[in-house]
Every structure is written in C-alpha cells, then in structure tokens.
C-alpha cells in the first residue's frame, strides 16, 4: 500500500549514485538493453537503465536510426525505496534512464544529445568499446588516450544543454595507471556528472578477471568530486557487494550477469520463474523481434536446461512455439 499512495521523486543519476545505498546500474547492451528488457530489470532492483551504444552521427542525421534505435515508456524506469548514505530515512525514487552514444565529432555528440535529452535522465559518452571497427572510427576506446579531445566532446554537449544536466563517460582502465588518472581528472574539469569504469583494458577479454584495484585507484583519482560505477564480474548479489566494498564505488554495473539472470540485484541466484513470465509479457506488449526474444529467454534459461533440452528450445522458430514450450514446463503467462 505504502508504495501506491507515495509518488517516486525524479532524481538524476549522479544524485542517484551519490545520496543513496546500494545502486545498482545495468550497462548498455548493444542489441540486447532494447525497451522490454529495461523495463524488465526495473523490477528486479536496478535503479539505473541504459539505452545500447548508439552512433551519434546516425542518430543526429537519420530519423529512421532514432525510431529504431529508440523507444521509452513511463513506466519503465521503474520506482524504489532508498536508503540514504547517512542512515537516514527510506525514500520513494524514480529510476533513470541513461542514453549511450558512441562519438568522436563534439558538434555532431552535441546534436544527438539535444534531440534525446527531453527523453531520458542522462546522456553517456562511451570511451570503453573495445571492437576494432569502434577504434579504426575512433571512437569508443580509441578516445580512451585522447583526454583532451573527451574535454571537447564533454563541453559541447553541456554548453548545448546546460551545464546541470547529466553528461557522464564510461572507460576502461589503462595499464598505465597514470593515463586513467588523467581522463577521469580531465572528464571531471570538463563537466561529467558521474564516471563508469570497466575494470579490464581495451585488450582484455571477458575471459580475465576484471581489476578491483584499478577500479578503486579510478574511484580515488576522482577524489569524491563525481561518483564512480564499478563495472565488471558481477554475476550475483554477494559479487556486486565485493565489488562496492573492495572498490569503494558508489553503484555496481552488471552486464553478462544480467542477461543471465535479470534479477541478480535482487538476489536470486538463477532467473526466476517470474522474471521470464513477466520478461514474455513485456516482450509481447511493447513488441521485440522473435531473434532477440529467443535469445534473451536462452540466456535466462541456460542454467536450468540440460544439454538436450537446449537443443530443443534453440530449435523453435517462434513466439508461439516458445510460449508453448514455457507453459509445457510449468510457466504461465494468462
């Protein structure tokens, strides 16, 4: 009842990140962090949605990038209770939802940012995309050495929009440590509401572990003036936990673990039933492309499945047969 009669505040991001416990972030996904599967993990306890990487000088010149790349609704972003920092008491938060581009022209980052900003509650500059075409078109991690051109695009997006709205950047860690230190240092004098940092570096797989201690020497070099996402291996609620501690950061960002199970962040160690019976209704209400729809319900349903049973699901061909095979083992979706 509590939750019915008290409207959620509208909080932006940093202040999100910086006045409450326990945020919790999921990272923009290309292809996969499409609408339905944001409004999905708003109700399993993350506080924080991103839109996938998009190109920002597609987005800016093509209407129909805009319509494909982007849709909202109210009431995705979710609302929580919130513990704040001090002990204080509980409070009712809207969720965010945060909007990623991937840019190397300031004026044309600018340009995207001021047609999507009415529409979301930040924009994020993404310095970390590892892909080799993202650094031949230097963009993502090819920006990662080239803080003073980060400075550029930063400024041009907040002289656009005004300087109190949210402008942050996510990177990966250097090998040189020192480097790290100056784009978050550089970032911050250019305005950046908050930084996300991804603790491998632009060589590493997934396959290695990620780097707790350079994400916490990223958290010390901002030195408290803007708060720091710690991103990386966390597959569950007890890893975003170490994660806040070891780091000192102040949200957890999960990625991979969050296609597995959605509902990580409110501790269940595999995807619930209800999770993939509300993440097919979701799918089915706002519209989502059977491909994309099949593998979401894979990755959920991966740890359930024998090897037989994979075989199997991976053999349906459509939204039909998935939901009948579902309600065959016990899920309901009336």
Same mark, same amino acid.
């Given at each position: 009842?509590?939750?019915?009669?008290?409207?959620?505040?509208?909080? /932006?991001? =940093?202040?999100? !990140?910086?006045?409450?416990?326990?945020?919790?972030?999921?990272?923009?996904?290309? %292809? *996969?962090?499409? !609408?339905?599967? %944001?409004?999905?993990?708003?109700? *399993?306890?993350?506080? +924080?949605?991103?839109?996938?990487?998009?190109?920002?000088? $597609?987005?800016? %010149?093509?209407?129909?990038?805009?319509?494909?790349?982007?849709?909202?609704?109210? $009431? $995705?972003? &979710? /609302?929580?209770?919130?513990?704040?920092?001090?002990?204080?008491?509980?409070?009712?938060?809207?969720?965010?939802?945060?909007?990623?581009?991937?840019?190397?022209?300031?004026?044309?980052?600018?340009?995207?940012? =001021?047609?999507?900003?009415?529409?979301?509650?930040?924009?994020?500059?993404? !310095?970390?995309?590892?892909?080799?075409?993202?650094?031949?078109?230097? +963009? &993502?991690?090819?920006?990662?050495?080239?803080?003073?051109?980060?400075?550029?695009?930063?400024?041009?997006?907040?002289?656009?929009?005004?300087?109190? *709205?949210?402008?942050?950047?996510?990177?990966?860690?250097?090998?040189?440590?020192?480097?790290?230190?100056?784009?978050?240092?550089?970032?911050? #004098?250019?305005?950046?509401? #908050?930084?996300?940092?991804?603790?491998?570096?632009?060589?590493?797989?997934?396959?290695?572990?990620?780097?707790?201690?350079?994400?916490?020497?990223?958290?010390?070099?901002?030195?408290? $003036?803007?708060? +720091? @996402?710690?991103?990386?291996?966390?597959?569950?609620?007890?890893?975003?936990?170490?994660?806040?501690?070891?780091?000192?950061?102040?949200?957890?960002?999960?990625?991979?673990?969050?296609?597995?199970?959605?509902?990580?962040?409110?501790?269940?160690?595999?995807?619930?039933?209800?999770?993939?019976? #509300?993440? @097919?209704?979701?799918?089915?209400?706002?519209?989502?492309?059977?491909?994309?729809? #099949?593998?979401?319900?894979? *990755?959920?349903?991966?740890?359930?499945?024998?090897?037989?049973?994979?075989?199997?699901?991976?053999?349906?061909?459509?939204? /039909?047969?998935? @939901?009948?095979?579902?309600?065959?083992?016990?899920?309901?979706?009336?």
């Amino acid at each position: 009842m509590e939750d019915a009669v008290i409207e959620p505040e509208i909080i /932006a991001p =940093q202040e999100m !990140l910086r006045t409450f416990e326990g945020i919790n972030v999921a990272a923009p996904l290309v %292809r *996969y962090s499409k !609408l339905p599967f %944001r409004h999905l993990v708003s109700l *399993y306890d993350v506080h +924080i949605t991103h839109v996938p990487m998009t190109l920002a000088a $597609e987005f800016s %010149r093509s209407l129909q990038a805009r319509h494909s790349d982007f849709t909202t609704t109210r $009431e $995705e972003r &979710g /609302a929580f209770w919130l513990t704040e920092r001090n002990k204080g008491p509980r409070r009712r938060v809207r969720g965010a939802l945060v909007m990623q581009f991937a840019a190397n022209d300031p004026k044309v980052f600018a340009d995207a940012a =001021q047609l999507i900003h009415p529409h979301v509650d930040g924009i994020d500059l993404n !310095l970390g995309c590892p892909q080799r075409w993202a650094y031949s078109e230097k +963009i &993502g991690c090819w920006l990662l050495r080239q803080p003073d051109h980060v400075r550029d695009l930063v400024r041009a997006a907040k002289d656009r929009l005004g300087w109190n *709205y949210p402008i942050s950047v996510k990177i990966r860690v250097d090998p040189e440590l020192e480097r790290t230190e100056r784009l978050v240092q550089t970032a911050i #004098h250019a305005g950046v509401s #908050h930084v996300t940092v991804h603790g491998r570096t632009r060589h590493q797989p997934s396959s290695d572990p990620v780097s707790l201690p350079s994400i916490r020497f990223a958290v010390e070099a901002a030195k408290g $003036e803007v708060p +720091i @996402v710690a991103n990386g291996d966390a597959w569950s609620t007890r890893e975003a936990e170490q994660i806040r501690t070891i780091t000192g950061a102040q949200g957890v960002m999960s990625a991979r673990g969050l296609l597995a199970n959605p509902a990580l962040f409110s501790g269940y160690e595999q995807t619930p039933s209800s999770a993939v019976e #509300h993440f @097919v209704r979701l799918s089915t209400d706002y519209g989502m492309l059977f491909p994309l729809f #099949h593998r979401h319900l894979a *990755y959920m349903l991966e740890s359930r499945f024998s090897r037989s049973e994979k075989l199997l699901f991976n053999s349906l061909a459509s939204h /039909a047969s998935v @939901v009948d095979h579902l309600e065959s083992r016990g899920f309901q979706f009336m």
